[in-house]
């Protein structure tokens, strides 16, 4: 079973800075990785898949790359509202699709 | 508009059953595999099984193995989660989601809101 490590577990960051989070896999995933954002009460929202390919109508603010076992996602030119939990999440050997612990973001 | 609904979360004893839904809408829902995730209260997010576009192939977390059945009806554009021997373990919120890909399995790229399932005496 693939476990997914993310760090840090919290970043605070300044408006106007750049946010850089890391997600480690136990073993190779290829590409096959997923982030996502989520607020407070509200479902995950997908930013990012195949480790680099940005949803639709995510801002180009967010930016993935990595593969096989190191990923990082980069929100530059942070803003408020980027303030929330991100999570990785593989799918190149399921089950299970295994999701990191989390980060959360502060703006 | 894609859109996620799910209902049947309530307070329900240890060792009790329950069926969650979730009607889907806005998209071609026989053709893309279904997702459960919960999330335990202040915790983060686990994924819960998986069912193909056509109901065929179904998989489990191992912490539900044997107890949730995951299920669809592509008559009624409707997944559902049938929920028994419930632990306090499995009390969260919980997601259905639709898969990025067509007839494949990837990550999901729209989620319901949520319904909260609370296993307590």
């Known amino acids: 079973e693939i476990v997914m490590t993310q760090s840090p577990a919290t970043l605070s960051v300044s408006p106007g800075e750049s946010a850089t989070l890391s997600c480690r896999a136990s073993?190779?995933?290829?590409?096959?990785l997923a982030w996502y954002q989520q607020k407070p009460g509200q479902a995950p929202r997908l930013l990012i898949y195949?480790?680099?390919t940005r949803a639709t109508g995510i801002p180009a603010r967010f930016s993935g790359s990595g593969s096989g076992t190191e990923f990082t996602l980069t929100i530059s030119n942070l803003q408020s509202e980027d303030s929330a939990v991100y999570y990785c999440q593989q799918y190149n050997n399921w089950p299970p699709y295994a999701f990191g612990q989390g980060t959360k973001l502060e703006i | 508009e894609v859109q996620l609904v799910e209902s049947g979360g309530v307070v329900v004893q240890p060792g009790g059953s329950l069926r969650l839904s979730c009607v889907a809408s806005?998209?071609?829902?026989?053709?893309?595999?279904m997702h459960w995730v919960r999330q335990a209260p202040g915790k983060g997010l686990e994924w819960v099984s998986l069912i193909s576009w056509d109901g065929a192939r179904t998989y489990y977390a191992d912490s539900v193995k044997g107890r949730l059945t995951i299920s669809r009806d592509n008559s009624k554009n409707s997944l559902y989660l049938q929920m028994n021997s419930l632990r306090t373990e499995d009390t969260a919120l919980y997601f259905c989601s639709k898969d990025i890909s067509i007839r494949g399995y990837s990550g999901s790229d729209f989620w319901g809101q949520g319904t909260l399932v609370t296993v307590s005496s």
């Open positions: 806005g998209f071609s829902f026989d053709e893309y595999t």
């Open positions: 195949g480790a680099s």
């Open positions: 073993q190779s995933v290829s590409s096959h």
